[in-house]
């Protein structure tokens, strides 16, 4: 990579313990909260037999986006029946996926352009992400 792709190559920065409270309405703005948050939880659920809840990490994005990421699961099997993907990937990659389902899933729900950009953002990232072959699958 030349260095001019190095430096606009987004990356992925851990939200600190006092910004969570104002992290979700930033992800899914428009949606009640509870709504959002359970609906990530819920496409986590479905792509992740395994998934039982728990602690979750969240992520800003330099290029303006954001996503969300279990904790403490380590590598998780993820499953789409709607495109036949199963494979192993890390917590972090795995959130992505769920964070994007949620977001595309939202967006056909309540018309706000901004899950879509964040949508954009966040595959945007997932291009540079080292499991970016696995995350497009699972996505596709």
């Avoid at 972090?92 to 309540?110: E, M, P, Q, R, Y």
């Avoid at 901004?114 to 540079?128: A, H, I």
Wanted: glycine share 8%; hydrophobic share 40%; proline share 6%.
């Amino acid at each position: 990579m030349s260095d001019t792709t190095l430096a606009n190559t987004p990356i992925a920065e851990l939200v600190p313990e006092a910004e969570r409270g104002t992290f979700i309405p930033k992800l899914l703005p428009g949606i009640n909260l509870l709504i959002a948050e359970a609906t990530v939880f819920d496409f986590m659920a479905r792509l992740c037999p395994a998934y039982s809840g728990g602690f979750w990490n969240y992520y800003r994005l330099s290029n303006g986006g954001y996503y969300m990421a279990p904790d403490k699961y380590g590598r998780m099997t993820v499953e789409w029946w709607g495109n036949g993907f199963s494979g192993e990937m890390s917590e972090d990659a795995a959130g992505i996926v769920a964070t994007l389902f949620a977001l595309s899933h939202l967006s056909f729900k309540v018309p706000n352009d901004g899950l879509v950009d964040n949508f954009e953002k966040l595959r945007e990232f997932s291009y540079t992400h080292p499991e970016s072959a696995l995350i497009s699958q699972a996505i596709d």
